[in-house]
């Protein structure tokens, strides 16, 4: 799963699929798909980010 969260159009991909068939409709599995996907990694790399120790972490307090 950590692949698929750091490559959504490959979770979108393969999302469209079951999505296709659940909605009847391609266009909008592949808008649902790629909404989820970008979605789902976005939270993957919130949690990464979160995860990370504070001395690796970067600030500008310049």
Known sequence: MKL???KPLLL???LSIP???ALG???VAV???LLLSFLIAMCHAL???RRA???T???DED
């Open 53 to 55: 120790p504070r001395a």
């Open 47 to 49: 949690y990464v980010l």
């Open 12 to 14: 979108a991909a393969l």
């Open 57 to 59: 972490r970067t600030t």
């Open 31 to 33: 808008c649902v798909a």
């Open 4 to 6: 698929l969260a750091r």
């Open 25 to 27: 409709n391609f266009i």
């Open 19 to 21: 999505l296709w068939i």
